[in-house]
């Protein structure tokens, strides 16, 4: 695991989460070159740099980190990605036999890459006299919630409110789910106040604070937009555990006055890693492909936006054709699915796996039309009429994919999910999903008004699954929350009976365990059942 320097020390688990070490901050910013403490100060570097390493550490920019936050688990339980390597002799997170030293990056990662770093700018921020900081205040909140909310829905439960916050016998107690999410809509409304002013003109953002910002350059108003769609899907999640709270806050980020939610694709909150993308080193390494369900549906559905996300296979049994790997089906060897397509994510604005320039695609405005579209199902005002949002999601999905018009795509009310088969299979057809399988998706694009609203929710999903992509993190949370789109199930399952039909959550990992039992053991009585692969979290309570 890779751990770096932001103007401090990290230390590991318990003392970690106690404070960081900061006893000889002066010694350990004074470089060879001379650079001292005061420079860094002045041009507030020791400010800025915190900054941007934690949101390249929303959706990880390291690929060792990146593999193991999230590529190796919610990019595969997605559909969208499988590995073709056989890791752990072809036993792994592929086939529910859960990586403990792959998992503990995904708390790694947030405690000392996120967690710590904010922590660390909050007081170096103080030591300043006279200098406004509420924008990248707002700024350290909103990204605060961006990676603990992924976290957390991996998880359950997540040291958030209580970071740094040592109890007598040096445990530190974990947030439960449903207290972390709350925690989360408390932040949103910190960040959105501090922003207002500088919407409304009453303030200006000092000019070194645009380089902190590797999202929007300094943007205000596009943070305060982010703010409140996040807050829009933070809602939509939590819809079928607390309705009232999801209503509440979800109509909150509908409101035209709390100042807008990304409707345009130019607002889409990217990151700029500044380096090669972590998901274009992966897939040279050999150790990623596209996945069988979403190649399964861009066959189906004749998709203009599938070159734009997979690249045609090279195998020669099925070259030239745009063929995933399904998950959890036996590996014996790198090179049997090596050659099935790769996944691509060539945007109009940019190709977010540039292996020079690589981004990361954490919210846009065509999942905002699908969250509407969703309020709008459960009647939340301000969401519009649904068949309208419905039809957004996709157009503005389609520009952002440079796919051209999506007027014949959303006329289709015939087309489906291709049956998927698999022809390097080490069994002849035990991979294979044919037609009428119940694993086969039968729902169709065009927009029916008179279809029940579990259809409709069905074929919302659908769409808002495409238009997310690469985002596998937020498309395996949606999976789970609402069943949809239809997925694969893996064809050998390694979970020795904890998992039924599909993964649910990843276990806390065993030196989260180990090293702050106390803690741990308060955690797991908050979850709805042991700590295993096959317990539902708090918000995945769908009727």
């Known amino acids: 695991m890779k751990i770096t320097l932001y103007k401090s020390c990290y230390v590991m688990m318990t003392a970690m989460l106690l404070a960081s070490c900061t006893k000889n901050f002066e010694s350990l910013n004074t470089n060879p070159a001379g650079v001292t403490e005061d420079v860094f100060k002045a041009d507030f570097q020791q400010i800025i740099l915190p900054l941007v390493n934690t949101q390249k550490n929303i959706v990880p920019a390291s690929s060792g ?92 439960p997540i040291i958030y409110t209580k970071y740094g916050q040592a109890n007598a016998d040096l445990s530190v107690d974990y947030d439960s789910q449903q207290d972390a999410y709350n925690a989360f809509f408390k932040d949103l409304d910190t960040a959105a106040t501090l922003l207002k002013p500088f919407t409304t003109g009453q303030k200006t953002v000092l000019s070194a604070f645009n380089k902190a910002d590797i999202i929007y350059g300094g943007n205000p108003t596009k943070w305060l937009k982010l703010v409140n769609t996040l807050r829009l899907r933070l809602a939509i999640r939590i819809i079928y555990a607390d309705k009232a709270t999801a209503k509440l806050q979800g109509e909150k980020a509908l409101d035209p006055a709390s100042g807008g939610l990304i409707t345009a694709n130019a607002d889409n909150a990217i990151i700029d890693f500044g380096q090669r993308s972590p998901i274009d080193e992966i897939v040279g390494w050999g150790d990623i492909r596209s996945g069988a369900p979403l190649t399964s549906y861009l066959n189906g559905y004749s998709d203009p936006r599938m070159p734009h996300m997979v690249a045609p296979a090279t195998v020669a049994v099925v070259a030239g054709k745009y063929i995933g790997i399904r998950n959890g089906v036996a590996i014996d060897d790198k090179n049997r699915y090596g050659g099935y397509s790769i996944p691509l994510a060539k945007a109009a604005a940019a190709d977010y796996f540039d292996p020079k320039d690589g981004k990361g695609k954490l919210l846009g405005a065509a999942e905002t039309y699908f969250l509407m579209a969703e309020a709008g199902l459960n009647g939340w005002t301000g969401a519009g009429k649904v068949s309208d949002n419905y039809h957004l999601g996709i157009t503005t999905s389609f520009a952002e994919w440079a796919a051209g018009s999506s007027a014949d795509y959303e006329n289709d009310n015939t087309s489906t999910a291709a049956p998927y088969v698999d022809p ?67 064809v050998i399952n390694n979970s020795g009976g904890l998992i039924t039909g599909f993964i649910r959550r990843l276990p806390i990992p065993s030196k989260y365990q180990s090293n702050n039992k106390p803690g741990y053991d308060r955690a797991v009585l908050t979850l709805k059942g042991p700590d295993n692969g096959g317990t539902k979290l708090w918000w995945d309570s769908k009727p």
């Not at 190796?72 to 072809?90: C, E, H, K, Q, V």
């Not at 999976?479 to 239809?486: D, L, M, Q, S, V």
């Open 65 to 156: 980190d990146y593999q193991l936050q999230q590529n190796l688990n919610a990019d595969i339980y997605s559909g969208y990605m499988m590995t073709p390597t056989p890791f752990n002799s072809g036993i792994n997170n592929s086939n529910y036999f859960m990586m403990d030293g792959w998992n503990v990056d995904i708390y790694n990662v947030v405690y000392n890459n996120v967690l710590q770093p904010l922590s660390d700018y909050k007081r170096l921020a103080a030591t300043y006299q006279g200098v406004d900081f509420s924008f990248t205040d707002a700024m350290a909140k909103t990204i605060k919630v961006l990676a603990c909310h992924r976290t957390a829905d991996v998880f359950g």
């Open 424 to 490: 390097q299979a080490k069994t002849a057809g035990a991979n294979d999903v044919p037609l009428k399988d119940a694993n086969l998706s039968t729902i169709t694009i065009k927009w029916d008004d008179a279809a029940t609203p579990e259809k409709q929710l069905e074929r919302i999903i659908t769409q808002k699954w495409i238009a997310i992509y690469p985002d596998g993190e937020e498309a395996w949370t949606e999976f789970r929350r609402t069943g949809y789109p239809k997925l694969f199930p893996v």
